[in-house]
């Protein structure tokens, strides 16, 4: 069978809801500043995105960590391709994520930057999928709560493709 994306998530539902998460991030930390923090190369779509929808002043960082192994399961040791540029001392640092799986990625990731001294640190997904959780972390800003499917688009891929597709599908057609 020939690989093909059935939507799941629509480009307008998906815009609505971070439009909607945005507004409740700009209530949440009104008269601060925030600093966000992208994970490459999956959350790049949904940061901009949100950034866009957040009307505190926001300064942004970027982050690029794999877990070694390979597939589509996650191992659970991280590896840090590319650090932070800048410190995180003081900042009310928000991570955002494409999507939180076993929730490994997020609780390794959390642990090396608690250590940073940050201000405060909160968690922002585009997708959950709470029934492949391993690890406790928890998570602070949901967009969407989806099954255990492998989904694609608005930053995510399969293979390193579809990352540019303007709403979220799940690949047919995989093993
Ligand atoms: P973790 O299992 O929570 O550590 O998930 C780590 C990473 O696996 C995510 O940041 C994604 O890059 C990738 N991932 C997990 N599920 C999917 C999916 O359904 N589609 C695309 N990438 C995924
Ligand atoms: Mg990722």
Redesign the pocket.
Known sequence: MAESIRVLVSEEDVDKKIYEIGTQISKDYEGKDLHIIG?LK?SVFFMCELAKRVTVPVTMDFMSVS?YGAG?I?SGIINIKKDLDESLQGKDVLIV??????????YHLLDILKKRHPRSIKICTLLD?PERRVKDVKVDYVCFQIPDE???GYG???AQKYRNLPYIGVVEGIE
Do not use: A, R
């Not at 994520?97 to 997020?106: K, R, V, Y």
């Open positions: 994970i999956g877990s589509t996650s994520e494409d999507i939180i799986d076993s929730g490994n990625t997020l999928k492998f989904v694609v995510l891929d399969y």
